[in-house]
């Protein structure tokens, strides 16, 4: 078998200087701005005759310097656009892109933006970030306008309530993960030669069983039933067991509005975590381990059950159909299971335009590229002949080439494209991997298939407070946010009895937790009927 291709809240400071200047950037009554570069095409390539030079601020993976990317080497010959890089480490992009908002000094565009709802709301509102439907509409994006049209769901999903669209999201329609599900040992499974639970009593026996009956053969009692990281790993897929579909705010099926952390299915699933804890069935570790920790674990053959983005990332060696994904179990709570279904497109905006830009018609023909299947395949798999080619170009079938000097794949391809560690713009289409998929990339989608899209629903779209209700928002979801983490721990750790639940319930609510669910129900009102 062929080896895997490896795949809150914000404070908005703005200066006065920071708002006058974007006051007085040249915009029209709609909040669209003057082009200063003439002669910009609305089709073919290059999209300027002279060079034109545009600053893009971007997270970055670290990998490899941007300026020497094979593949933005190649945009920059196709459109004609040279761009000019402001990348910041990820785990500082947040702090440096809320220091450039504040100050003023903006880029031409930001790139794998991570803008969430409230920055779009805010930053579009005072002219910082400038409306994209216009340019879309007016034949500069061809591409994306197809998409939106195709899909009205995205478009009216990232159009704030002012009317406009401000960002661009990242769209895969056949995505069925939020994030990485829950998988098997299959040894484990095989050694003690039972079938997958199917409701959460099974689940415990089957976890009770892996402690107790050395399921890894070593003579030892050193297998750990179930692992996490805070329980940050399991407990979106684990809220699915007891009817929740998101451990945010999320709608049922009659598009009533529920946060999760004050509903009886959650008291459900502390208590199953609860008892866990006490019979050491639930890794003691949990809320002190890291990540390198829960992997090495699983390199040496104790972990029963777990989260990861495939089975192997965990367990080490190759991509095997070994270890099956876990299938979803009924509890006590009616109507479950059930499964938080990634939405199609990204909950964060990926792109977007600022008032600085000379020319926001040019920048939108290079963006739409990127949202073509001759675009997606450049910057997912790279420029042919480096580590793909054609077979059959006229069905877009391709094949791998061997990797240069050697070496795994998928960390050259991070060396090529930007497209790699980050959330950028563009579109997942099937036909830019047609050819190099493996055996074990279609078990996953059949496993997809049985176990998690049957029951699966997109948990809450992507929908926009004013900024008025944001603010208010915000300010109750830090707080909210911080005393569930820590009464969950708690909870389960039994550091805090259960029969406090009452209380418990009762601090939600004078905290504000009533309140999320009415701003939020009447911002998926005004989603669903389009206003």
């Known amino acids: 078998m062929k080896k895997l291709h490896k795949a809150s809240s914000i404070t908005l400071c703005l200066t006065l200087f920071a708002t006058l200047l974007a006051a007085c950037g040249s915009t029209n009554e709609d909040g669209s701005s003057t082009s200063k570069v003439e002669g910009v095409k609305k089709e073919g390539f290059p999209i300027v005759d002279e060079t034109l030079t545009l600053k893009v601020m971007s997270q970055d993976a670290g990998v490899a310097d941007w300026s020497t990317m094979p593949v933005l080497q190649e945009m920059e010959k196709l459109s004609g656009i040279k761009l000019e890089y402001q990348l910041s480490p990820i785990d500082s992009f947040e702090t440096k892109k809320n220091l450039v908002f504040a100050s003023g000094d903006l880029p031409d565009m930001f790139y794998a933006a991570d803008l969430k709802p409230a920055e779009q709301v805010t930053y579009g509102s005072q002219g910082i970030l400038i409306p994209l439907e216009k340019y879309i509409d007016e034949g500069y994006a061809p591409n994306i306008k ?54 959460t009593e099974e689940l415990y026996t089957y976890l009770k069983r892996v402690k107790e009956e050395d399921p890894n053969g070593n003579g030892q009692q050193d297998e750990i039933p179930l692992t996490s990281v805070k329980l940050d790993d399991l407990r979106m897929f684990f809220f699915g067991f007891w009817g929740m579909y998101n451990e945010g705010i999320y709608s049922d099926k009659d598009g009533k509005v529920h946060y999760p952390y004050q509903e009886e299915g959650y008291k459900g699933y502390l208590t199953f975590m609860n008892r866990l804890w006490k019979e050491d069935l639930l890794d003691h570790e949990t809320f002190s381990q890291t990540g390198d920790q829960k992997k090495a674990k699983g390199e040496s053959n104790k972990l029963a059950l777990f989260n990861d983005y495939h089975p192997y990332f965990t367990l080490g060696g190759e991509p095997s159909t070994e270890h099956p994904l876990m299938t979803p179990v009924k509890s006590e709570v009616a109507d479950s299971p059930v499964y938080g279904k ?27 590229y990127i949202y073509s299947y001759e675009g997606a395949t450049l910057f997912n798999q790279g420029p042919e002949g480096v580590l793909w080619q054609f077979k059959d170009k006229e069905n877009h079938v391709k094949e791998w080439l061997p990797v240069p000097g050697g070496g795994d794949r998928e960390e050259y391809r991070g060396k090529i494209t930007p497209n790699f560690g980050i959330l950028t713009p563009g579109i ?104």
């Open 146 to 199: 197809k998409i939106l049209d195709e899909n009205p769901d995205v478009r009216k999903s990232f159009t704030t309530p002012d009317g406009h669209m401000y960002a661009l999201p990242f769209i895969d329609t056949a995505a069925v993960w939020y994030r990485g599900p829950m998988w098997y040992n299959g040894e484990f499974l095989k050694a003690l030669n039972v079938d997958e639970p199917k409701t």
């Open 342 to 368: 990634h939405p199609g497109m990204s909950a964060r905006g990926t792109f977007a335009i600022t008032s600085s830009n000379p020319s926001p018609e040019a920048t939108m023909r290079w963006i739409d």
């Open 428 to 531: 997942n289409d099937p036909e830019v991997a047609k050819g190099l998929r493996t055996e074990f990339d279609e078990w996953i989608d059949q496993q997809n298939q049985e176990k998690l899209v049957p029951i699966g629903k997109a948990p809450f779209p992507n929908v926009y407070l004013t900024n008025e209700e944001q603010s208010e928002a915000t300010a109750l979801l830090s707080d909210l946010d911080t005393y569930v983490k820590q009464m969950e721990a708690k909870f389960v750790t039994g550091q805090e009895p259960l029969e406090n639940w009452d209380k418990y319930i009762a601090q939600l609510k004078k905290m504000g937790s009533d309140r999320i669910i009415e701003l939020y129900q009447g911002a998926y009102d005004r989603w669903n009927t389009g206003q």
